[in-house]
C-alpha cells in the first residue's frame, strides 16, 4: 500500500513538470503548427543556465526561475526571427525539421559550452520532507507547485484575457483569426517566447533534483510530444492532465514491472492514442 | 514535403523505348554515379579509415533513399523509418548469434518482417495527420529501441555482438575484408538509385505521387490511395533492411542507441533533405555529406569545435530550408533550366522525339514543345459538332437514383432526405442558394463522404456502401469547386494517372490526349498542372473526369470564374461530351443563366432538401423557389428569365 501511494505521488510531482513544459510545446504546436523538436533541448537549456547561475554566484535554485524566464524572452525572440518566422504558413514539414537542426546546434552548444559529463546540484543540499512515512525531496515538490502554478495562470490568460482570446483564435481557425485582424507576428512570436519560457523554467526546477547532460534534451523531448498529443493539441488542462498521466504509467510501470518497460509503455500508450483518438485522449484538442 | 519546382515527371513508357529512353535520359547521371563509387573504391583501397568513411557513407545513402520514397513520394514523413534498419540489423546479428538462421535467411526473413510491419503500419496510420504521423512513426521507433533493452537474447543495453568471418560465405553474408564490404555497399547503392528510378516512372510512383498531392482528388480518380501508399512504404521498409542488414554484416554489432535512435535518425535526414526529397539523386547526392561530416569532425578532434558534425547537420537542414527547401537537385534543375533559352529543345528530348513514330506524334517529351497532331485534330472536330439543337441521347432508364439522403456534420443537418433521380444521358441542373448542401450531395453520391442514412443507386444497384475509387471505377466522377489537380503533374498526366493501371501507359497517355483535345484545352498538355490558366485548368478536371469512362459526371460550379465567351465554350464542350459519350451530367452552377441554355431539367435545393424538379422554365417561375432565390418581396415582381 506504502508503495502504491509513494509510486503515485512520485508519478503526480514529476507528471506535473512534463505537464509543464508540454504546455509550452502545446502552444507552439497549437498556434503556430511547429513541431519543436528542440523543445527538449530548450529544456536542457534551463537546466544548464541554472547550473551556470548557481556556479557563478551561488544564489539558491529558487532565485535561478525568474532569472532564467527572463533570460527565455529575448532568447526565444532570436529564435523565432531567426529560424521560424515565416515558415509557419506552410503546412508542411519544413518546420519539425527546421526544428530539428536547431536541436543540433543547441546540443553543439551544450556539448562546448559545458562539456559532456553530467552536471547536477550536490546530492547532500538537496532537503526532503517527511510526511508520515512519506519522505519527498523538498525540490519536487517545488517543481510541483511552480508546475500546477504556472499552468493556472498560462489557463487563466488564455480564458479571460483578450491576448488569450487571440491565441485560442488562431489556434482553433488560424486564417479566420487572420482575417479577424488577429495580430499573425505578436501572437506567433508571444506563443513561441512563452513556451521557451515555459520550457527553462522546468529546466531550472528539474535541476533542483536531477542531473544533466548534453543528451537530456532528447531524453524530454519524445515525453513532451507525446503528452502534448495524448492531451490535445492547444488544450492546456488537458496537456497537464496527460503530463501527469504519462508521470503516473511511468513510475506505476518501473515499480511494478520493470524499469526498461517504464518507456515502452508510455511510447504504447502513444501510438495507441495516436491511430484511435488523434485529437487528444484527455483533452479536447485540434489534431 | 512539397515537390520541388523542377521535379516534372515522366509517364512510363514501352519496355523497350523505356530500356532507349533511360539511355538517353537518365544514364548520364548513371554513369557519373558509376565513376564516382570507383573512384571510392580506388581511393579507399588500401586505408582502413577511408573504408570505414565509406562503408558509412553507403548505409546512409540507401537509408536517406528509403526514407525519400515514403517521405518524398508518398508524402509522409516517416521520422521513424529507422526501426526497419534497427529491427532488420538486430534480426540478423540476433540469428547469428543464437544459431536461428544464417545470415542469408537472415536477409530473407528481416526484408519480409520490415515489409510487412510497414505495409500494416502504413494501413493503421492512414488516417493521422502527416505531423503526427512523423511523431507516431518516431515513438515507435523509440519504443523498440527500448523494447529491446528489455530481453537478454538481444543483448539488453549492451547490445550483440556477432562473430567475425573466418573466410568469406555466401549463407552467411560474409567477407573477409572490409573493403569488399564497401564494393558491396556501391554496388546497394547502385541498385537502390536504379530501383527509385524504376519507381518514381512506374505507374505505382505515379500512382503514390498524385495521393500525396491530392488524396482525395486520388480517389476520385479510381486510385486505391491507402493501398499504393502503403505499397511505397513498403518498398521504403524494404530498403532500409537491407541497410541494416549491410551494417551488420560490417559492423558486426548492434546496439539500441545506434539501431533506432535520434542520432542514427538525423543521419538518414540530413542527406535526404540536403540533395532534395521527392527526387531520385537527390538523396545519392546529399549522401555526401556523410563522409564530409566525418573528415571534419576526425579533423577538427580535440582541437576548435566539439560535435563538429552535429553543427554542421543541424546547419546544413536550418539553411536548405529556410533558402531553397527543395534541396541541390531542385536547385541544380531550376538553374539548368534558366541558363537553357525558352523554345529550343533539349537534345534529348529531340532524340525521344525521333524515335517515336514519325508526325502527328501523340507521344510528349520534353518540356517545352507544344503538342500537335491528336490534340488540334480532336479539337477541330470538336467544333464541327456545335449543336445547339441535338437532342439529348436519353434512354429512359434511370442511371442515377438519389432516396432520402441524409448527412449532417456534428449540429449541422446538411441534407435532410434529399430524393430525386437522373436518367441515363441527361443533362440535370442542381441550383440552390449558398448553403444548400449541393456540394454535400456530391461529396455523397462520390463516396468522398458517407451518408448518415438513405441510398444512392447506380442503374439500379445500390452502391451506399461503396468507397470513393470503387465508385470511380463503377462510373462515377466528379469536377470540384475549388480545383483540385494534382499540382506538379502536367496537365497530360493528370488526366492520364487515374487509368494508368487499367489501360497500361501507351494507352492510357494515348486517351488522355484525345480527352483534353475534346475538352479544348489551349495550352501545351506538357504544362504542369499549377502553370495552367484558370479555364485551362477546368477543362484537365473536366478532362479528368471523362477519361475514366464514366457513365455519371458531376460538375461543381465549373464555370465559376470564367468570361462569357469560355463560359460559352465550356456549355459546349459539355454539350458534346454529353451527345458524343452519352455522358450523364450533373451540374451544380451558381449563376443560372450558364447553365439555362445546357439542361433539360433543374432540381432546386434549399437547406438540405429538394424545393423543385421539373422543367427549368416551370420550375423558375414558382414562387417558392423565387422567394428561396430572392426573397419573399421580390418573388412576385422578379421574372423568370435566370
Known amino acids: 500500500m506504502h508503495l502504491l501511494i509513494s509510486s503515485l505521488v512520485a508519478g503526480i510531482l514529476v507528471g506535473a513538470v512534463y505537464g509543464l513544459f508540454s504546455v509550452g510545446l502545446s502552444l507552439s504546436f497549437g498556434v503556430l503548427r511547429l513541431v519543436n523538436f528542440a523543445h527538449g533541448d530548450l529544456v536542457m537549456g534551463g537546466m544548464y543556465g541554472a547550473a551556470a547561475l548557481i556556479a557563478a554566484t551561488s544564489v539558491s535554485i529558487y532565485v535561478a526561475i525568474p532569472v532564467i524566464a527572463l533570460a527565455a524572452v529575448p532568447f526565444g525572440l532570436f529564435l523565432y526571427v531567426a529560424f521560424f518566422r515565416g515558415t509557419g504558413t506552410r503546412d508542411d514539414y519544413d518546420q519539425l525539421i527546421i526544428s530539428l537542426g536547431l536541436a543540433l546546434l543547441l546540443e553543439t552548444a551544450a556539448v562546448n559550452l559545458f562539456g559532456n559529463n553530467a552536471k547536477a546540484l550536490n546530492p547532500l543540499s538537496i532537503r526532503s520532507v517527511t510526511l508520515g512515512w512519506l519522505h519527498l525531496a523538498q525540490p519536487q515538490i517545488v517543481a510541483f507547485g511552480v508546475a500546477v502554478a504556472l499552468t493556472v495562470i ?103 514491472i520493470n524499469t526498461s518497460i517504464q518507456d515502452v509503455a508510455v511510447y504504447a500508450m502513444f501510438v495507441l492514442a495516436i491511430v484511435f483518438r488523434p485529437s487528444g485522449l484527455l483533452g479536447k484538442g485540434v489534431a | 514535403m512539397s515537390a520541388p519546382a523542377g521535379a516534372a515527371i515522366r509517364l512510363p513508357r514501352r519496355v523497350r523505348s523505356q530500356v532507349v529512353s533511360w539511355v538517353g535520359r537518365g544514364s548520364g547521371a548513371f554513369l557519373v554515379l558509376i565513376a564516382c563509387e570507383i573512384a571510392v573504391l580506388l581511393f579507399s583501397r588500401h586505408s582502413a579509415y577511408y573504408t570505414s568513411v565509406g562503408l558509412e557513407w553507403a548505409t546512409f545513402a540507401l537509408l536517406a533513399q528509403a526514407f525519400n520514397v515514403i ?65 507516431a512513426t518516431f515513438a515507435l521507433a523509440a519504443m523498440l529501441g527500448q523494447l529491446v533493452t528489455v530481453f537478454n537474447t538481444f543483448g539488453k543495453s549492451s547490445g550483440l555482438q556477432e562473430p567475425l568471418a573466418v573466410h568469406t560465405s555466401i549463407t552467411h553474408l560474409a567477407l573477409t575484408t572490409q573493403f569488399s564490404y564497401l564494393v558491396v555497399g556501391a554496388v546497394l547503392v547502385l541498385l537502390t538509385t536504379l530501383a527509385t528510378f524504376w519507381f518514381a516512372h512506374s505507374t505505382l510512383g505515379h500512382e503514390v505521387q498524385a495521393a500525396r498531392d491530392d488524396r482525395v482528388a486520388a480517389e476520385s480518380s479510381g486510385i486505391t490511395t491507402r493501398h499504393v501508399t502503403a505499397l511505397a512504404w513498403t518498398i521504403s521498409a524494404v530498403i532500409s533492411a537491407v541497410g541494416g542488414i549491410f551494417y551488420a554484416q560490417y559492423n558486426l554489432f548492434v546496439e539500441p542507441t545506434s539501431a533506432f535512435g535520434l542520432s542514427t535518425i538525423t543521419l538518414i535526414v540530413v542527406p535526404a533533405i540536403l540533395g532534395g526529397m521527392g527526387t531520385v539523386w537527390g538523396p545519392v547526392v546529399g549522401s555526401i555529406i556523410i563522409p564530409v561530416g566525418l573528415l571534419l569532425s576526425r579533423l577538427s578532434n580535440g582541437k576548435g569545435v566539439a560535435s563538429l558534425n552535429l553543427l554542421i547537420y543541424g546547419a546544413i537542414l536550418i539553411v536548405v530550408l529556410r533558402i531553397y527547401p527543395g534541396g541541390l537537385v531542385s536547385a541544380y534543375r531550376t538553374l539548368r533550366a534558366r541558363l537553357r533559352p525558352r523554345n529550343v529543345v533539349a537534345s534529348s528530348d529531340v532524340l525521344e522525339l525521333a524515335r517515336d513514330r514519325g508526325g502527328g506524334s501523340t507521344k510528349l517529351s520534353g518540356t517545352a514543345v507544344p503538342a500537335k497532331g491528336l490534340v488540334t485534330e480532336a479539337r477541330s472536330a470538336a467544333v464541327g459538332l456545335e449543336s445547339e439543337s441535338a437532342s439529348p441521347p436519353t434512354t429512359g432508364e434511370l442511371l442515377l437514383e438519389v432516396v432520402d439522403i441524409r448527412k449532417s456534420f456534428g449540429g449541422v443537418q446538411a441534407l435532410q432526405g434529399v430524393t430525386f433521380s437522373v436518367g441515363s444521358g441527361e443533362m440535370v441542373g442542381l441550383l440552390g442558394p449558398n448553403g444548400a448542401g449541393k456540394s454535400t450531395l456530391f461529396n455523397c453520391i462520390a463516396g468522398v463522404e458517407q451518408a448518415d442514412g438513405g441510398d444512392i443507386r447506380l442503374a439500379g444497384k445500390s452502391i451506399s456502401g461503396f468507397s470513393a475509387h470503387q465508385r470511380a471505377r463503377l462510373g462515377i466522377a466528379r469536377t470540384y469547386q475549388t480545383i483540385r489537380l494534382f499540382p506538379n503533374l502536367t496537365a497530360l498526366e493528370n488526366v492520364a494517372v487515374g487509368t494508368l493501371r487499367r489501360l497500361g501507359s501507351n494507352a492510357a497517355e494515348d486517351r488522355a490526349g484525345e480527352m483534353l483535345g475534346a475538352v479544348g484545352l489551349q495550352a501545351p498538355p506538357s504544362t504542369v498542372a499549377r502553370s495552367l490558366s484558370l479555364v485551362d485548368q477546368r477543362r484537365v478536371e473536366l478532362a479528368r473526369a471523362m477519361v475514366t469512362d464514366a457513365r455519371l459526371v458531376m460538375l461543381d460550379e465549373v464555370m465559376t470564374g470564367l468570361n462569357e465567351s469560355e463560359v460559352e ?74
Not at chain 2, 87 to 109: D, I, K, M
Not at chain 2, 582 to 601: A, K, Q
Open chain 2, 569 to 642: 465554350d465550356m456549355r459546349r464542350v459539355v454539350r458534346d461530351l454529353n451527345v458524343r459519350h452519352s455522358t450523364t451530367f450533373v451540374i451544380v452552377e451558381h449563376v443560372m443563366g450558364h447553365i439555362l441554355p445546357l439542361i433539360s431539367r433543374v432540381v432546386i435545393m434549399v437547406q438540405g432538401a429538394v424545393l423543385a424538379d421539373g422543367d427549368p422554365k416551370a420550375v423558375l417561375e414558382r414562387n417558392d423557389v423565387l422567394e428561396a432565390y430572392f426573397g419573399r418581396r421580390a418573388a412576385g415582381t422578379v421574372s423568370s428569365d435566370g
Open chain 1, 154 to 256: 498560462i489557463d487563466v490568460v488564455l480564458r479571460s484575457t483578450p491576448v488569450g482570446r487571440a491565441v485560442r483564435a488562431v489556434v482553433a481557425d488560424r486564417e479566420v483569426a487572420l482575417l479577424m485582424g488577429v495580430n499573425e507576428r505578436r501572437v506567433f512570436a508571444g506563443a513561441f517566447v512563452v513556451s521557451v519560457a515555459l520550457a527553462g523554467i522546468a529546466g531550472v526546477v528539474l535541476y533542483g533534483y536531477l542531473p544533466v547532460t548534453p543528451a537530456t534534451g532528447s531524453d524530454f523531448i519524445l515525453i513532451a510530444f507525446m503528452v502534448v498529443v495524448l492531451g490535445g493539441i492547444g488544450d492546456i488542462r488537458g496537456t497537464f492532465a496527460a503530463g501527469l498521466l504519462v508521470g503516473l504509467v511511468e513510475n506505476l510501470t518501473a515499480t511494478y
Open chain 2, 71 to 135: 517521405g518524398g513520394y508518398g508524402g509522409r514523413l516517416a521520422f521513424g523509418n529507422v526501426m526497419f534498419f534497427g529491427v532488420s540489423s538486430y534480426l540478423v546479428v540476433a540469428g547469428a548469434v543464437h544459431n536461428w538462421y544464417p545470415e542469408l535467411a537472415g536477409l530473407g526473413v528481416g526484408a519480409a518482417v520490415c515489409g510487412l510491419l510497414a505495409y500494416i503500419l502504413s494501413l493503421a496510420l492512414w488516417r493521422v495527420s502527416g505531423l503526427l504521423f512523423a511523431l
